[in-house]
Every structure is written in C-alpha cells, then in structure tokens.
C-alpha cells in the first residue's frame, strides 16, 4: 500500500514534468491555454504536493527511511 501510493505520487510528479517541459519548449502550440504561466504554476503546485505527500509517507508511514 505505501508502495503504491509512493508510485503514484512520483507519477503525478513525471507527468507534471512532462507538462511543464511542453509548456516551456511549445509555447504557442497551446491553442487552448492562453495562460500559459498559469498552466505551468498549475503544473508546478502539483510537483509541490505529491513532493510532500512523499515526504509525509517518508516521514511517518516507512520503517525504514533514511
């Protein structure tokens, strides 16, 4: 179950990425996204949170944590 939900939130995190790099290197190509600094920031809270939902597991759900 820890393991899962770990997956899960490093998921979000890559696709988040992926995002944001298409953002940054295809700027005009997001005809539906006029605020593009928007949808990064948006793609950038994501990173943030499942960042901490990882630390949260980390800290208080693993055995063994280093």
Do not use: T
């Not at 005009?28 to 949260?56: K, M, N, T, W, Y």
């Amino acid at each position: 179950m820890v393991n899962a939900l770990l997956a899960d939130a490093e998921g979000q995190i890559q696709k988040a990425k992926w995002n944001v790099e298409v953002y940054l290197h295809n700027p005009v190509g997001i005809g539906e996204h006029p605020d593009v600094l928007g949808s990064i920031q948006d793609q950038l809270d994501v990173i943030a949170e499942q960042e901490e939902r990882i630390q949260v597991i980390q800290n208080h759900f693993q055995e063994h944590h280093h």
